[in-house]
């Protein structure tokens, strides 16, 4: 049984995928089972964006408005 905190990160990236590319066919999504590779593959094939780099994007950890703001100024 998959337990709650990782059945929320497994959905987190769905919704990170919809909200950087919200063109995202939800069947398609759906079929990639949360999987980032396999999602990043699907968006890989309408963007310039290389699949390692689409994979980043979808798996790097939030950061506070604080956070960024002290990183980058």
């Given amino acids: 049984m998959v337990r709650s905190d990782e059945r929320r990160k497994a ?3 769905d919704r990170r995928a919809l909200a950087l590319w919200p063109g995202i066919d939800p ?9 980032p590779k396999r999602i990043a593959r699907l968006v890989a094939r309408r963007t310039l964006l290389s699949v390692e780099s ?3 994007m979808l798996t790097r950890p ?6 960024a703001e ?3 100024g």
């Fill in 54 to 56: 689409i994979q980043v």
């Fill in 62 to 67: 939030w950061v506070s408005r604080e956070e």
């Fill in 11 to 13: 959905w987190a990236v």
């Fill in 70 to 72: 002290t990183w980058f």
């Fill in 27 to 35: 069947r398609a999504l759906r079929r990639c089972h949360h999987d």
